[in-house]
């Protein structure tokens, strides 16, 4: 078969049915290894637009055919095993066409290309979410219903045990019983009925005990995400809005050092059915040239290569600090267990065996490669908020200054650069303390949360938005004057003044203040970053939530 990589959902969906229809008429194993792939490949897709609902009943479909997989000798399936698949198949498609929200097909296209990092255009996620509580907990599903309003969802508030609504299915359900037992089978049962008609809609359990035994019972029930009682309100909100979030990174590059075109046909086409970009090579001898200029997120080695072999290739790139942690996966024919430990010992991350099978392979290549952009990208982004860290921040915006080259003298034309403009703000969220010692830390935490998601919902994805520290936040905004950066700094720090934040016992609201500088008034990094942090401090004491410009004078220049 020689199908081109799926774009869409609905590619990979048609991909999946017409997979499974070749098996049911022919029976051939290989078809069968096909309509595996293509379940693995919706189930990655589906997860990479954040629709965890659908990838649960994709995963159990998968689940279902690996552990049908088997040999060759055992295909084709027997009728009961087909009929048990398709009926899996067939509630796959419904969970999928329910969740589409029924948009004509001129109103979801989009015209002209769209921007790179944009969601499929072709997929509208639903916005609603339904807030089922028990008459005790009222209160906090009205913050919650508040808080999430504000941020654009749309909310329904139902009581416990009520009738599940008709119409259009929610992106999220989230169950506030009064207290975080699981109090009688009728609860689970009301949990079950609501996740068997919103298959796709991610369900929340608010305040469960952190106990094995009741969220095991709650998952089973249908719950996905159960919330300890500790961390409830300060959670749920970050986890709803990290779902319509999509994430839609660099493609997965891999390089492939095989001296066989015929492996390197079956790799290369089995990565490319997972929207994995490769580049194969066959003399191990240019291997630094291509690693530099390809720069692979992993490296599929053969063992047995004319020259050296994969063990002595491996050992040299480990001596190389740019490729001490880039993922090594193994490929060879041979079984020797001994053989196999002792090259993952001299510096490989793991062993598949040929022939290998194409979902394994790329379930190994996938995890290593998410694994170790993880790593890299958790030193560069703070755990709290998913913004640029102290450390990142500053060098983003130093490399920002640098591109704008030196302000030309007076009286001199300058080039473009010289003449482009920057403006750097500090934000300080006010009596923060207060805030962690009344509600607590969790709370603390989300009110931080909340102000990193304005700022990315509201700047570009152009502009530096980092967590400088504790309560502090470093944005930079190019190509923006003094003047128009305050108009939106300010526009922002009015929307977080109305901002509701919710916890137990209700909501609480937060301020901001922030001071503003800008290049080339202020020419270096460090200055700017000073100059912000002064108008900043002139903020505080003018009365906290406002903004304040940085001016070459000793008022605003005290630190």
Not at 168 to 196: C, H, K, Q, Y
Not at 217 to 238: F, H, N, T
Not at 490 to 506: K, V
Request: hydrophobic share 45%; proline share 6%; charged share 20%.
């Amino acid at each position: 078969m020689t199908d081109s990589p799926p774009s869409s959902i609905d590619d990979r969906l048609y991909m999946l049915r017409t997979r499974w229809e070749f098996y049911v008429a022919e029976g051939r194993f290989e078809q069968f290894i096909e309509f595996a792939v293509a379940v693995n490949s919706l189930a990655e897709h589906l997860n990479r637009m954040r629709l965890p609902g659908l990838v649960r009943v994709c995963e159990g479909l998968e689940n279902a055919a690996l552990a049908r997989l088997g040999q060759d000798d055992t295909h084709p399936l027997s009728e009961q095993d087909i009929a048990a698949l398709q009926r899996q198949l067939d509630t796959l498609m419904g969970a999928v066409a329910s969740a589409k929200p029924h948009v004509p097909d001129r109103e979801r296209r989009v015209e002209g290309a769209v921007a790179a990092g944009a969601p499929e255009v072709d997929w509208i996620k639903p916005r609603a979410v339904w807030l089922i509580s028990a008459p005790a907990q009222q209160e906090l599903a009205q913050a919650l219903g508040h808080q999430l309003r504000y941020f654009g969802f749309q909310t329904i508030e139902l009581a416990w045990g009520d009738a599940v609504p008709t119409g259009e299915r929610p992106l999220a359900v989230l169950f506030i019983p009064a207290n975080g037992e699981v109090r009688s089978e009728a609860d689970l049962s009301f949990i079950t009925t609501v996740r068997a008609t919103c298959p796709a809609s991610q369900l929340f359990y608010l305040g469960v005990d952190s106990a094995i035994e009741p969220i095991v019972a709650l998952m089973r029930a249908g719950i996905d995400v159960a919330i300890p009682a500790e961390e409830q309100s300060a959670r749920v909100l970050d986890r709803i809005l990290d779902l319509v979030q999509n994430i839609e990174q660099e493609k997965f590059r891999v390089l492939v050092v095989e001296d066989s075109r015929v492996a390197v046909a079956l790799i290369q086409r089995t990565l490319a059915e997972h929207g994995i970009d490769s580049h194969a090579i066959r003399d191990p001898g240019t291997l630094f040239d291509v690693l530099e200029s390809y720069r692979p997120d992993l490296v599929l080695m053969d063992m047995f290569m004319p020259r050296f072999n994969g063990v002595e290739a491996t050992r040299v790139l480990r001596q190389m600090s740019a490729y001490s942690t880039l993922p090594i996966v193994y490929l060879s024919g041979a079984t020797d267990v001994g053989m196999q430990v002792e090259a993952l010992r001299l510096g490989g991350d793991q062993f598949l065996t040929k022939p290998f099978n194409p979902v394994l392979l790329a379930a190994v290549v996938k995890t290593k490669i998410e694994r170790f952009r993880e790593t890299q990208r958790s030193t560069r982004l703070d755990g709290l908020t998913g913004l640029l860290n102290h450390t990142a921040a500053k060098s983003r915006l130093a490399s920002l200054v640098q591109q704008l080259g030196t302000p030309p003298a007076d009286g001199e034309p300058g080039t473009a650069a010289g003449q482009g403009a920057l403006t750097v703000a500090m934000l300080d969220i006010d009596h923060f303390k207060a805030i962690n010692d009344t509600y607590g830390h969790p709370v603390g935490d989300q009110v931080i949360r909340a102000l990193a998601w304005l700022l990315k919902g509201r700047l570009r994805s152009s502009d530096l938005i980092g967590r400088y520290g504790g309560e502090e936040f470093l944005i930079a905004l190019p190509g923006v004057s003094l003047e128009q950066a305050i108009a939106v700094i300010d526009r922002i720090r009015s929307d977080f003044a109305a901002l509701p934040h919710a916890h137990p016992g209700g909501a609480l609201r937060a301020t901001f203040s922030a001071g503003v500088a800008s290049f080339p008034m202020f020419d270096a990094a460090a200055d700017l970053t000073e100059a912000a942090d002064g108008a900043l401090l002139h903020a505080k004491r003018l009365g906290r939530n406002r903004v304040e410009a940085a001016l070459p004078s000793p008022l605003h220049s005290v630190a």
